[in-house]
T-cell receptor, first 114, second 115 residues
Framework: ETGVTQTPRHLVMGMTNKKSLKCEQHLGHNAMYWYKQSAKKPLELMFVYNFKEQTENNSVPSRFSPECPNSSHLFLHLHTLQPEDSALYLC?????????????FGPGTRLTVT | AQKITQTQPGMFVQEKEAVTLDCTYDTSDQSYGLFWYKQPSSGEMIFLIYQGSYDEQNATEGRYSLNFQKARKSANLVISASQLGDSAMYFCAMREGDTGNQFYFGTGTSLTVIP
């Protein structure tokens, strides 16, 4: 595997379910990110991890819970979601959170909440 | 106020022609970075080009160049010699600060290259 991988690619869940999204980066990067992409809205940065430490929660509802066990893996745990949470969830990584280091994105998980 | 503004929801360009995608940004920081990404229909975001706020020269990467006008706070992407594979969504983004949590994207421009 190369780059940034995400599983599953598609997920349909009911509002009472609990599920997790997984992201893995094979680039040796130190920072990882979760983004939410909704139609006709800018990408929303949800969580940032720098050297496995969460730097800030950008006012994300508590029904989204991130986990970063090491610098290569990032999870997003989902529970009691709402239909408006349906979106494309993108994971990204970068060498560092500062400077010219671009973010490398995974293919995303298309989430539908029913 | 929006940090990144992309005013062109959709653009069309003839194959082999050049096209400019507009981006304006809002920041009071002296140190910031500007990025352009491409998102094909497959969904994966692909990094294209970077411009630092202190860079005096416009960034170039192959057929991509960034027209950086600091006083106007604009960072337009120029794609030369358009190809059919350039059809995609294009996003302008800005990094403020050094903590990683100040990274903002625009709403994107959909580019269609016409044969």
């Amino acid at each position: 595997e190369t780059g940034v991988t995400q599983t599953p690619r598609h997920l349909v869940m009911g509002m009472t379910n609990k599920k997790s999204l997984k992201c893995e980066q094979h680039l040796g990067h130190n920072a990882m990110y979760w983004y939410k992409q909704s139609a006709k809205k800018p990408l929303e940065l949800m969580f940032v991890y720098n050297f496995k430490e969460q730097t800030e929660n950008n006012s994300v509802p508590s029904r989204f819970s991130p986990e970063c066990p090491n610098s290569s893996h990032l999870f997003l745990h989902l529970h009691t979601l709402q239909p408006e949470d349906s979106a494309l969830y993108l994971c990204a990584s970068s060498q560092a959170v500062w400077g010219a280091y671009e973010q490398y994105f995974g293919p995303g998980t298309r989430l539908t909440v029913t | 106020a929006q940090k990144i503004t992309q005013t062109q929801p959709g653009m069309f360009v003839q194959e082999k022609e050049a096209v400019t995608l507009d981006c304006t940004y809002d920041t009071s920081d002296q140190s910031y970075g500007l990025f352009w990404y491409k998102q094909p229909s497959s969904g994966e975001m692909i990094f294209l080009i970077y411009q630092g706020s202190y860079d005096e020269q416009n960034a170039t990467e192959g057929r991509y160049s960034l027209n950086f006008q600091k006083a106007r706070k604009s960072a337009n992407l120029v794609i030369s010699a358009s190809q059919l594979g350039d059809s995609a969504m294009y996003f302008c983004a800005m990094r403020e600060g050094d903590t990683g949590n100040q990274f903002y994207f625009g709403t994107g421009t959909s580019l269609t290259v016409i044969p």
